[in-house]
Protein backbone atom coordinates (compact mmCIF):
# COMPACT_ATOMS: atom_id res chain seq x y z
CA UNK A 1 0.00 0.00 0.00
CA UNK A 2 2.46 2.35 1.05
CA UNK A 3 4.99 1.84 -2.37
CA UNK A 4 1.51 2.00 -4.32
CA UNK A 5 1.13 5.71 -2.59
CA UNK A 6 4.84 6.26 -3.86
CA UNK A 7 4.31 5.47 -6.77
CA UNK A 8 1.25 7.91 -7.07
CA UNK A 9 2.34 11.05 -5.38
CA UNK A 10 5.26 10.99 -8.25
CA UNK A 11 3.13 10.39 -10.62
CA UNK A 12 0.77 13.13 -9.82
CA UNK A 13 1.57 16.29 -11.74
CA UNK A 14 1.78 19.61 -10.24
CA UNK A 15 -1.51 22.10 -10.65
CA UNK A 16 1.08 24.60 -11.95
CA UNK A 17 2.26 22.40 -15.03
CA UNK A 18 5.63 21.98 -13.27
CA UNK A 19 6.80 18.31 -12.08
CA UNK A 20 7.51 18.78 -8.51
CA UNK A 21 7.61 15.16 -7.39
CA UNK A 22 8.35 14.99 -3.83
CA UNK A 23 8.65 18.41 -3.04
CA UNK A 24 6.26 20.16 -0.34
CA UNK A 25 5.12 23.70 0.03
CA UNK A 26 8.18 26.69 -0.10
CA UNK A 27 9.37 28.37 2.95
CA UNK A 28 8.98 32.08 3.17
CA UNK A 29 12.74 32.14 2.68
CA UNK A 30 11.82 31.06 -0.72
CA UNK A 31 8.83 32.70 -1.70
CA UNK A 32 10.85 35.82 -1.09
CA UNK A 33 13.67 34.70 -3.02
CA UNK A 34 16.49 34.67 -0.35
CA UNK A 35 18.25 31.60 -1.33
CA UNK A 36 18.47 32.46 -5.61
CA UNK A 37 21.59 33.13 -6.79
CA UNK A 38 19.93 36.29 -8.37
CA UNK A 39 19.84 38.15 -5.00
CA UNK A 40 23.61 37.33 -3.97
CA UNK A 41 24.40 38.74 -7.46
CA UNK A 42 22.25 42.17 -6.87
CA UNK A 43 24.20 42.33 -3.34
CA UNK A 44 27.55 41.87 -4.95
CA UNK A 45 26.86 44.39 -7.38
CA UNK A 46 25.97 46.93 -4.60
CA UNK A 47 29.54 46.54 -3.51
CA UNK A 48 31.28 46.79 -6.71
CA UNK A 49 29.25 49.98 -6.98
CA UNK A 50 30.53 51.22 -3.87
CA UNK A 51 33.96 50.50 -5.13
CA UNK A 52 34.02 51.84 -7.95
CA UNK A 53 32.10 55.10 -6.60
CA UNK A 54 35.31 55.52 -4.37
CA UNK A 55 37.71 54.69 -7.70
CA UNK A 56 36.23 57.49 -9.74
CA UNK A 57 36.39 59.84 -6.97
CA UNK A 58 39.27 62.10 -6.66
CA UNK A 59 41.91 60.43 -4.65
CA UNK A 60 42.41 61.45 -0.91
CA UNK A 61 45.16 62.35 1.26
CA UNK A 62 44.82 59.71 3.85
CA UNK A 63 46.57 58.61 7.13
CA UNK A 64 47.77 55.23 7.40
CA UNK A 65 45.09 55.09 9.82
CA UNK A 66 42.06 56.65 7.87
CA UNK A 67 43.38 54.36 5.48
CA UNK A 68 43.29 51.11 7.41
CA UNK A 69 39.86 52.52 8.86
CA UNK A 70 38.19 52.33 5.35
CA UNK A 71 39.30 49.05 4.70
CA UNK A 72 37.95 47.52 7.64
CA UNK A 73 35.08 49.26 7.36
CA UNK A 74 34.29 48.61 4.16
CA UNK A 75 35.19 44.91 4.87
CA UNK A 76 32.78 45.38 7.54
CA UNK A 77 29.88 46.61 5.73
CA UNK A 78 30.77 44.09 3.35
CA UNK A 79 30.28 41.33 5.47
CA UNK A 80 27.05 42.45 7.10
CA UNK A 81 25.43 42.58 3.61
CA UNK A 82 26.94 39.22 3.17
CA UNK A 83 25.29 37.99 6.43
CA UNK A 84 21.76 39.37 5.69
CA UNK A 85 21.84 37.73 2.78
CA UNK A 86 22.70 34.02 4.09
CA UNK A 87 20.10 31.26 4.56
CA UNK A 88 16.60 31.04 3.75
CA UNK A 89 15.16 31.37 7.52
CA UNK A 90 12.00 33.51 8.11
CA UNK A 91 12.39 35.55 10.15
CA UNK A 92 16.29 36.02 9.76
CA UNK A 93 17.68 34.42 13.91
CA UNK A 94 17.87 37.19 16.33
CA UNK A 95 21.30 36.61 16.93
CA UNK A 96 22.63 37.69 12.83
CA UNK A 97 20.09 40.30 12.82
CA UNK A 98 22.31 41.86 15.71
CA UNK A 99 25.42 41.30 14.33
CA UNK A 100 24.26 42.58 10.82
CA UNK A 101 22.87 45.73 12.69
CA UNK A 102 25.52 46.68 15.14
CA UNK A 103 28.60 45.47 12.66
CA UNK A 104 26.86 47.40 9.73
CA UNK A 105 26.78 50.67 11.75
CA UNK A 106 30.24 50.12 13.48
CA UNK A 107 31.77 49.84 9.67
CA UNK A 108 29.76 52.66 8.53
CA UNK A 109 30.93 54.95 11.28
CA UNK A 110 34.45 54.14 10.77
CA UNK A 111 34.57 54.45 6.94
CA UNK A 112 32.95 57.89 7.16
CA UNK A 113 35.42 59.21 10.15
CA UNK A 114 37.94 58.44 7.66
CA UNK A 115 36.60 60.61 5.28
CA UNK A 116 38.38 64.30 5.86
CA UNK A 117 35.88 66.97 6.07
CA UNK A 118 35.89 68.95 3.32
CA UNK A 119 32.89 70.44 0.19
CA UNK A 120 34.29 68.19 -2.11
CA UNK A 121 33.52 64.66 -0.42
CA UNK A 122 29.72 65.14 -0.04
CA UNK A 123 29.13 61.87 -1.88
CA UNK A 124 31.94 59.94 -0.06
CA UNK A 125 29.61 59.88 3.29
CA UNK A 126 26.59 58.82 1.42
CA UNK A 127 27.86 55.48 0.16
CA UNK A 128 28.73 53.49 2.84
CA UNK A 129 25.36 54.25 4.60
CA UNK A 130 23.46 53.35 1.14
CA UNK A 131 25.27 49.79 1.53
CA UNK A 132 23.98 49.84 4.84
CA UNK A 133 20.41 50.71 3.97
CA UNK A 134 20.34 47.94 1.74
CA UNK A 135 20.93 45.77 4.27
CA UNK A 136 18.56 47.38 6.39
CA UNK A 137 15.94 46.92 3.77
CA UNK A 138 16.94 42.93 3.76
CA UNK A 139 16.37 42.74 7.51
CA UNK A 140 12.65 44.41 6.38
CA UNK A 141 12.54 41.69 4.09
CA UNK A 142 13.30 39.23 6.47
CA UNK A 143 11.10 39.78 8.99
CA UNK A 144 13.18 41.81 11.27
CA UNK A 145 11.81 45.34 10.72
CA UNK A 146 12.18 46.59 14.25
CA UNK A 147 16.17 45.78 14.21
CA UNK A 148 16.26 47.27 10.78
CA UNK A 149 14.67 51.05 12.14
CA UNK A 150 17.14 50.37 15.28
CA UNK A 151 19.39 50.84 12.58
CA UNK A 152 18.50 53.76 11.02
CA UNK A 153 18.39 55.53 14.79
CA UNK A 154 22.00 54.81 15.19
CA UNK A 155 22.19 56.23 11.52
CA UNK A 156 20.64 59.02 12.58
CA UNK A 157 23.02 59.43 15.99
CA UNK A 158 26.03 58.97 13.91
CA UNK A 159 24.53 62.03 11.35
CA UNK A 160 24.51 63.80 14.65
CA UNK A 161 28.21 62.39 15.71
CA UNK A 162 29.44 63.56 12.60
CA UNK A 163 27.96 67.66 12.38
CA UNK A 164 28.63 67.92 16.42
CA UNK A 165 32.50 66.11 16.66
CA UNK A 166 34.00 65.82 13.03
CA UNK A 167 32.80 69.08 11.44
CA UNK A 168 30.54 67.86 8.66
CA UNK A 169 27.67 70.16 7.61
CA UNK A 170 24.08 69.54 8.33
CA UNK A 171 23.63 69.41 4.59
CA UNK A 172 26.50 66.69 4.15
CA UNK A 173 25.24 64.51 6.94
CA UNK A 174 21.00 65.02 6.86
CA UNK A 175 20.33 64.01 3.32
CA UNK A 176 22.50 60.63 4.24
CA UNK A 177 19.70 59.86 6.79
CA UNK A 178 16.86 60.81 4.72
CA UNK A 179 18.21 58.76 1.97
CA UNK A 180 18.13 55.66 4.28
CA UNK A 181 14.69 56.87 5.08
CA UNK A 182 13.38 56.92 1.57
CA UNK A 183 14.54 53.21 0.84
CA UNK A 184 13.19 51.69 3.91
CA UNK A 185 9.92 53.30 4.09
CA UNK A 186 8.60 51.23 0.70
CA UNK A 187 10.47 48.26 1.77
CA UNK A 188 8.60 48.75 4.97
CA UNK A 189 5.25 49.18 3.62
CA UNK A 190 5.35 46.66 0.73
CA UNK A 191 6.29 43.49 3.57
CA UNK A 192 3.79 44.70 5.62
CA UNK A 193 1.44 43.16 2.54
CA UNK A 194 3.45 41.07 0.59
CA UNK A 195 3.97 39.19 3.96
CA UNK A 196 0.89 38.04 4.77
CA UNK A 197 -0.36 37.77 1.29
CA UNK A 198 2.97 34.91 1.70
CA UNK A 199 1.84 33.36 4.33
CA UNK A 200 -1.61 32.64 2.95
CA UNK A 201 -0.45 31.47 -0.11
CA UNK A 202 1.90 29.17 2.30
CA UNK A 203 -1.55 27.65 3.23
CA UNK A 204 -2.96 27.31 0.02
CA UNK A 205 0.18 25.22 -0.95
CA UNK A 206 -0.23 23.05 2.14
CA UNK A 207 -3.56 22.23 1.43
CA UNK A 208 -2.62 21.49 -2.23
CA UNK A 209 -0.18 19.51 -1.33
CA UNK A 210 -2.73 17.51 1.51
CA UNK A 211 -5.19 17.26 -1.29
CA UNK A 212 -2.57 15.79 -3.84
CA UNK A 213 -1.58 13.37 -1.39
CA UNK A 214 -5.24 12.39 -0.39
CA UNK A 215 -6.09 11.60 -4.11
CA UNK A 216 -2.63 9.57 -4.09
CA UNK A 217 -3.99 7.22 -1.66
CA UNK A 218 -7.05 6.93 -3.04
CA UNK A 219 -6.10 6.05 -6.28
CA UNK A 220 -3.31 3.32 -4.30
CA UNK A 221 -6.39 1.77 -2.17
CA UNK A 222 -8.32 1.49 -5.76
CA UNK A 223 -5.12 0.21 -7.53
CA UNK A 224 -4.73 -2.17 -4.82
CA UNK A 225 -7.96 -3.81 -4.22
CA UNK A 226 -8.35 -4.12 -7.95
CA UNK A 227 -5.34 -6.33 -7.85
CA UNK A 228 -6.97 -8.27 -5.39
CA UNK A 229 -10.50 -8.61 -6.90
CA UNK A 230 -8.41 -9.67 -9.93
CA UNK A 231 -6.08 -12.32 -7.81
CA UNK A 232 -9.38 -13.61 -5.91
CA UNK A 233 -11.33 -13.70 -9.57
CA UNK A 234 -8.28 -16.49 -10.76
CA UNK A 235 -8.16 -18.23 -7.87
CA UNK A 236 -12.63 -18.45 -6.82
CA UNK A 237 -13.99 -18.28 -10.62
CA UNK A 238 -12.58 -22.45 -11.40
CA UNK A 239 -14.60 -23.63 -8.37
CA UNK A 240 -17.80 -21.85 -9.27
CA UNK A 241 -17.33 -22.66 -12.75
CA UNK A 242 -17.02 -26.62 -11.75
CA UNK A 243 -20.13 -26.00 -9.45
CA UNK A 244 -22.05 -24.90 -11.49
CA UNK A 245 -21.42 -27.64 -13.72
CA UNK A 246 -21.40 -30.53 -10.82
CA UNK A 247 -17.88 -31.70 -10.86
CA UNK A 248 -16.34 -33.03 -8.20
CA UNK A 249 -13.09 -31.98 -6.24
CA UNK A 250 -10.02 -33.68 -5.64
CA UNK A 251 -8.56 -33.39 -1.99
CA UNK A 252 -5.83 -31.27 -3.70
CA UNK A 253 -8.55 -28.36 -4.99
CA UNK A 254 -10.26 -28.74 -1.65
CA UNK A 255 -7.45 -28.06 0.44
CA UNK A 256 -6.63 -25.19 -1.85
CA UNK A 257 -10.30 -23.74 -1.70
CA UNK A 258 -9.89 -23.47 2.44
CA UNK A 259 -6.71 -21.83 1.91
CA UNK A 260 -8.37 -19.04 -0.29
CA UNK A 261 -11.31 -19.14 2.15
CA UNK A 262 -8.38 -18.40 5.32
CA UNK A 263 -7.18 -15.66 2.90
CA UNK A 264 -9.63 -13.72 2.52
CA UNK A 265 -10.57 -14.03 6.37
CA UNK A 266 -7.32 -12.66 7.04
CA UNK A 267 -7.49 -9.69 4.68
CA UNK A 268 -10.68 -8.97 6.63
CA UNK A 269 -9.93 -9.31 10.86
CA UNK A 270 -6.08 -9.73 10.13
CA UNK A 271 -5.49 -6.98 8.02
CA UNK A 272 -2.10 -5.87 9.78
CA UNK A 273 -0.46 -9.36 9.52
CA UNK A 274 -0.68 -9.51 5.46
CA UNK A 275 2.42 -9.08 4.11
CA UNK A 276 3.46 -12.05 1.49
CA UNK A 277 6.20 -14.01 4.17
CA UNK A 278 3.18 -14.08 6.61
CA UNK A 279 0.66 -15.14 4.00
CA UNK A 280 3.49 -18.00 2.34
CA UNK A 281 4.10 -19.54 6.10
CA UNK A 282 0.44 -19.49 6.64
CA UNK A 283 -0.71 -21.08 3.98
CA UNK A 284 2.36 -23.87 4.23
CA UNK A 285 1.30 -24.09 7.97
CA UNK A 286 -2.33 -24.83 6.92
CA UNK A 287 -1.44 -26.97 4.60
CA UNK A 288 0.33 -29.18 7.34
CA UNK A 289 -3.26 -29.18 9.43
CA UNK A 290 -1.91 -25.91 11.75
CA UNK A 291 -4.82 -23.88 12.28
CA UNK A 292 -4.47 -20.78 11.80
CA UNK A 293 -6.33 -16.96 12.83
CA UNK A 294 -4.49 -13.77 12.74
CA UNK A 295 -6.44 -11.03 14.31
CA UNK A 296 -5.82 -7.24 14.35
CA UNK A 297 -7.49 -5.55 17.08
CA UNK A 298 -6.12 -1.52 16.16
CA UNK A 299 -8.03 0.96 14.87
CA UNK A 300 -7.59 2.30 11.30
CA UNK A 301 -6.35 5.30 11.51
CA UNK A 302 -3.70 3.99 14.27
CA UNK A 303 -1.97 1.34 11.88
CA UNK A 304 1.41 1.98 11.23
CA UNK A 305 2.41 3.74 14.45
CA UNK A 306 4.55 0.56 14.81
CA UNK A 307 7.09 -1.12 12.42
CA UNK A 308 5.54 -4.16 11.52
CA UNK A 309 8.75 -5.63 10.24
CA UNK A 310 9.92 -7.59 13.59
CA UNK A 311 6.39 -8.64 14.08
CA UNK A 312 5.94 -10.21 11.01
CA UNK A 313 9.45 -12.07 11.40
CA UNK A 314 8.69 -13.49 14.39
CA UNK A 315 4.95 -15.12 13.86
CA UNK A 316 6.60 -16.18 10.59
CA UNK A 317 9.13 -18.10 12.18
CA UNK A 318 6.58 -19.45 14.43
CA UNK A 319 4.61 -20.74 11.58
CA UNK A 320 7.29 -22.88 10.18
CA UNK A 321 8.11 -24.59 12.96
CA UNK A 322 4.25 -25.37 13.79
CA UNK A 323 3.82 -29.06 12.67
CA UNK A 324 -0.12 -29.50 14.56
CA UNK A 325 -2.35 -27.98 16.58
CA UNK A 326 -3.01 -24.06 16.25
CA UNK A 327 -1.28 -20.57 15.84
CA UNK A 328 -3.27 -17.57 17.29
CA UNK A 329 -1.52 -14.21 16.12
CA UNK A 330 -2.80 -10.65 17.58
CA UNK A 331 -2.13 -6.83 17.16
CA UNK A 332 -3.26 -5.15 19.86
CA UNK A 333 -4.99 -1.62 20.09
CA UNK A 334 -2.98 1.34 21.19
CA UNK A 335 -2.07 2.55 25.08
CA UNK A 336 -1.65 -0.96 26.17
CA UNK A 337 1.33 -2.28 27.22
CA UNK A 338 1.82 -4.67 24.53
CA UNK A 339 1.89 -4.15 21.17
CA UNK A 340 0.87 -7.93 19.55
CA UNK A 341 0.71 -11.51 20.89
CA UNK A 342 1.23 -14.96 19.44
CA UNK A 343 0.19 -18.14 20.92
CA UNK A 344 1.05 -21.66 20.04
CA UNK A 345 -0.54 -24.78 20.90
CA UNK A 346 0.13 -28.13 19.56
CA UNK A 347 -2.52 -30.08 21.66
CA UNK A 348 -0.61 -30.84 24.53
CA UNK A 349 1.59 -27.54 25.65
CA UNK A 350 0.18 -24.27 24.60
CA UNK A 351 2.77 -21.41 24.96
CA UNK A 352 2.08 -17.38 24.82
CA UNK A 353 4.74 -14.71 23.64
CA UNK A 354 3.99 -10.62 23.60
CA UNK A 355 5.89 -8.21 22.42
CA UNK A 356 6.40 -4.63 23.59
CA UNK A 357 8.13 -1.74 22.84
CA UNK A 358 11.30 -1.41 25.40
CA UNK A 359 12.33 1.86 26.90
CA UNK A 360 15.09 2.22 23.72
CA UNK A 361 12.09 2.30 21.61
CA UNK A 362 13.01 -1.23 20.13
CA UNK A 363 10.27 -4.48 19.90
CA UNK A 364 11.18 -7.04 22.36
CA UNK A 365 9.53 -9.87 22.84
CA UNK A 366 9.11 -12.16 25.85
CA UNK A 367 7.60 -15.41 27.10
CA UNK A 368 4.14 -14.89 28.75
CA UNK A 369 3.10 -18.23 29.58
CA UNK A 370 2.89 -18.01 33.32
CA UNK A 371 5.48 -19.91 34.37
CA UNK A 372 6.19 -23.31 32.73
CA UNK A 373 4.46 -24.89 29.46
CA UNK A 374 0.89 -25.46 30.17
CA UNK A 375 0.51 -29.09 29.69
Known sequence: MAQAVTATVRRAPHPSGDARPGRGPETMGEMLGLGRPGLRVAVGAVMVAYVVVELFLPRL??????????????????????????????????????????????????????????????????APMIAYAVAMCLLIVRGRARWAWLGFVLVIGLSWVAVAAWGWRPGTAVPVALRMLAAMVPASLMM??????LAFARVLDRREVAAVQASAAHEATLIQRRAQLDALNEEVRPFLERLSVGDGFSPGEVMRARLVEAELRDEVRGRGW????????????????VDVRLFDDRRVDARGGVADGPLHAELVAVLTRARRGGVTARLLPAGRDVVASIGESDGTRTRRRVCAVSTAGELAWRDDTGGAPSD
Open 61 to 126: DLSFAQLTAMVVGSIGLAASLCLATCGVDDPLSRPAAIVVVCLGAASGAVVWWSIPVGPANWVRPS
Open 192 to 197: LYVRPL
Open 274 to 289: MSQPVRDAAAAARERG
